[in-house]
Nanobody, 127 residues
């Protein structure tokens, strides 16, 4: 079972930036699609961004496009989410997710595509 550990969350003012990291244990990371999801209080968990095995392909939710960037370092078993121009509506718990069953070097945007999840890291954006 792969373990995912997120870090980098915190409190930031609107317009600020944060960089989230997610480190994965195990040997399947380099052949696993990765993604970030988020869940605001009282709301469902939503897709934020996804990246292919190689890092050459990415996908973003419309609400974060142009502000957030997902990337990965397979040598470090780590996926990142650079968040710029943060808004109060970005406040949520952010979860990284791993798809160890992906048979294609593609992006996956559905929660059901992912079989391992981190514990989440809180991001709070004040106005």
């Amino acid at each position: 079972q792969v373990q995912l550990v997120e870090s980098g969350g915190g409190l930031v003012q609107a317009g600020g930036s944060l960089r989230l990291s997610c480190v994965a244990s195990g040997r399947t990371f380099s052949r696993s699609a990765m993604a970030w999801f988020r869940q605001a209080p009282g709301k469902e968990r939503d897709f934020v961004a996804a990246i292919t095995w190689s890092g050459g392909g990415t996908s973003y939710a419309d609400s974060v496009k142009g502000r957030f960037t997902i990337s990965r370092d397979n040598a470090k078993n780590t996926v990142y989410l650079q968040m710029n121009s943060l808004k109060p509506e970005d406040t949520a718990i952010y979860y990284c997710a791993l798809n160890s069953r992906s048979t294609y070097n593609a992006v996956y945007a559905g929660m059901s595509d992912y079989d391992s999840w981190g514990q989440g890291t809180q991001v709070t954006v004040s106005s």
